[in-house]
Nanobody, 123 residues
Framework: QAQAVESGGGSVQAGGSLRLSCTVS????????MGWYRQVPGKGREVVAC????????YYADSVKGRFTISRDNDKNVVYLQMEGLKPEDTAMYYC????????????????RGQGTQVTVSS
């Protein structure tokens, strides 16, 4: 079963940038859509951004459009989330996972495979 290791989180001030990485072990990665999700304690998991296997289609939540960019390197089994213009409301634990379906206007929920990486944005 594929496992994921997320990294790149940290504490930044509003307006700052971070680049998250998710390294996936196992051959499943090269056959999978990938996505970034986030969760705040006491709240449900939120889809942030998703990308198809080929990278030809990406979905973004309205709250991050124009600020976040998802990409992937299939040779390295890594998916990235470049985050610009961070806001305090972006504070959450970020996870990567493999959604079953990605459409231009939606991305399926998926169970995280790793421990996540914490992003904290101060005002």
């Amino acid at each position: 079963q594929a496992q994921a290791v997320e990294s790149g989180g940290g504490s930044v001030q509003a307006g700052g940038s971070l680049r998250l990485s998710c390294t996936v072990s196992g051959s499943r990665f090269i056959h999978s859509n990938m996505g970034w999700y986030r969760q705040v304690p006491g709240k449900g998991r939120e889809v942030v951004a998703c990308i198809t296997l080929s990278g030809g289609l990406a979905y973004y939540a309205d709250s991050v459009k124009g600020r976040f960019t998802i990409s992937r390197d299939n040779d390295k089994n890594v998916v990235y989330l470049q985050m610009e213009g961070l806001k305090p409301e972006d504070t959450a634990m970020y996870y990567c996972a493999s959604p079953s379906i990605i459409r231009p206007q939606s991305c399926a929920d998926a169970e995280p495979r790793g421990q996540g990486t914490q992003v904290t944005v101060s005002s």
